[in-house]
Each structure stands twice: as structure tokens, then as C-alpha cells.
């Protein structure tokens, strides 16, 4: 994780000069990895390896420790989510396009689908929410006829939104829900999502289509 972090810090200098207007880029290399230290120490644990959702928690809760260092230089939060989504874009693009597309063939995959079914189907569980109470808690969505998308989650309680209220990132929360859309389109996944529990919603509605259905739609 550590070494992902400066890689992803390594990809952000020149938004970060551009967008940010820091010079000091060591030393914002240097807060962020510090803050990053801290931000190790106060990521939840959820069950492992044997729960999809601790990936997301390792390859995302870096993104807050980069937003905690900005803010304290008084960088605004749309620029936030803007460093936030072209550093992850970039840190993707390093891989081969046929690597990311088969990221997202894995992601679509029945045998993806049927674990993401049987583990959405356990984080509703009241034993599993009393033994990882800062988890996700999610729905699967079959399509229904006249949907287009391939399969839905709705997220009724956000891991990343607990880990805020709890240590006050609820300001630079939504620079997390924003690398949504770019890391799925980098695996050619397109995403829609129309609200969030960070704004408010009763729930985070995630639909996914596979790009090429999308592109043989228009044709």
C-alpha cells in the first residue's frame, strides 16, 4: 500500500503544481505520507481478505490522506476531487489496456456476480453488522426487464462514510465517491449513479454496463 501511495503521489506533481499552485512538492510528499501513517492506523477492519469490500478500503482510503494535507493548504475541494480523479485515472493507465479490460471482465463475470450476491445478502445480516459495524452494508440489483445495465448494488450504509463521520473527513468525502466513474471506466465499465449517502440519499445507487453493450446500443 505504501509503495502505491508514492507511485499515486509520483503521477499527481504536475496537477498538483498546476491545480493546487504548490511548489513545495516534497514537502507535500512528506505530509501526505505522514498523514497516510495515520490514516493506516485508523482503517477498519472488516473481515479481510474474504470480504470484497476491505479491497476497496485498501485501494481508496490513501485518497483522504492526500485530502486531509491539501485542505490544511487551503485547497478547494472541487480541485480536491480533481487531483483525487486524475491521479487515479493516471495510476490506472499505467496498465495495459488488455489488464484493465480484464479487470472489468472479472468484475462482470457470473462468478463475481454470484459472490457479490451472497456477500451483499450477508452484510445485511444483524450478526455480520454487530461483528464489522464500520462495513458496507448492500443490495444486489437484478436488471428488470427494460434495464439496460448488466447488475446494480444499492449501498445502504457506506464504510467510507462511517470512517468519516468518525475522524471529520465528511468535507472531503465526496473526493472519495467521485473516483467511481474513472475507475470504472478505465476497465470498461461504465458506471451510473444518480445519489449518494454522502448527500443525503437513503442510498448509493450503482448501476454498471459493460462499454461495448453500451457503444452496439447506439449503432
Known amino acids: 500500500m505504501e509503495a ?3 507511485h499515486r503521489l509520483d503521477l499527481a506533481e504536475t496537477i498538483l503544481r498546476e491545480r493546487a499552485h504548490l511548489s513545495d512538492i516534497d514537502g507535500i510528499r ?17 473481515g479481510g481478505a474474504e470480504n470484497r469490500m476491505s479491497h476497496f478500503f485498501m485501494r481508496l482510503i490513501g485518497f483522504l490522506a492526500i485530502g486531509r494535507v491539501l485542505r490544511r493548504h487551503a485547497v478547494p475541494l472541487p480541485v480536491i476531487g480533481d487531483i483525487g480523479r486524475e491521479t487515479l485515472k493516471a495510476q490506472m493507465l ?9 479487470l472489468g471482465h472479472q468484475f462482470l463475470s457470473p462468478e ?30 437484478e436488471p428488470g426487464p427494460g434495464d439496460s445495465f448488466d447488475f ?27 473516483l467511481d466513474f474513472d475507475d470504472y471506466a478505465t476497465r470498461g465499465i461504465h458506471l451510473e ?27
Open 30 to 46: 512528506r505530509e501526505v505520507m505522514d498523514e497516510f501513517d495515520i490514516v493506516i492506523t485508523q482503517l477498519p477492519y472488516v
Open 152 to 178: 446494480g448494488i444499492n449501498y445502504k450504509a457506506c464504510g467510507f462514510c462511517k470512517f468519516a463521520a468518525q475522524h471529520g473527513d465528511k468535507e472531503i468525502l465526496p473526493s472519495i465517491c467521485g
Open 94 to 102: 499505467t496498465m495495459s489496456e488488455a489488464e484493465r479490460l480484464a
Open 112 to 141: 463475481n456476480l454470484a459472490m457479490v450476491r451472497e456477500q451483499a445478502a450477508q452484510s445485511t445480516t444483524e450478526n455480520h453488522q454487530e461483528e464489522f459495524p464500520a462495513d458496507f452494508v448492500y443490495e444486489f440489483v
Open 193 to 219: 449513479r444518480t445519489q449518494t449517502l454522502a448527500q443525503g440519499a437513503s442510498h448509493c445507487n450503482f448501476r454498471f454496463t459493460r462499454q461495448r453493450r453500451m457503444i452496439d446500443q447506439k449503432r
Open 4 to 6: 502505491a501511495m508514492r
